[in-house]
């Protein structure tokens, strides 16, 4: 009877704590590098955007509200893919926390480079 209610809690809480070490796992730096300074480098007509571009509160407001409607119909320079569509819920959660903890205001603030 007992290993009836353990069994499942034991079972959701090792499949939370595996989503949860796979999206810590990618780089965000790198995802950024990959997917955000291909279009937003120095002297891009996209404008250039680092972590350091904005502050953390700007960043989590760009990526709740504006990032979709701004970036809809953007096709990938090197794999001529949409954008968003490309990457996975865990690969935009990695870019975002690495705008947000290297942003203008954080710690550690920095670019992509």
């Known amino acids: 009877m007992y290993l009836r209610r353990v069994l ?6 090792t ?7 796979f999206a810590g796992s990618i780089d ?17 007509k996209y404008k250039q955007y680092t972590p350091m571009s904005m502050t953390q509160a700007q960043w989590r407001k760009f990526f709740a509200t504006k990032l979709v409607a701004s ?10 893919k949409n954008l968003l569509q490309s990457l996975t819920p ?3 959660k990695a870019l975002q926390r690495f ?13 992509c480079g």
Request: charged share 25%; hydrophobic share 40%; proline share 5%.
């Open 15 to 21: 499949i939370i704590l595996a989503s949860t070490a």
């Open 90 to 92: 865990e690969e935009m």
């Open 99 to 111: 705008a947000i903890d290297h942003a203008a205001d954080s710690e550690q603030p920095a670019t």
């Open 71 to 80: 970036h809809k119909s953007a096709i990938h320079p090197v794999t001529k």
């Open 28 to 44: 965000g730096k790198k995802m950024f590098r990959e997917n955000c300074h291909v279009c937003h480098d120095k002297g891009s």
């Open 8 to 13: 499942p809690i034991l079972f959701a809480t």
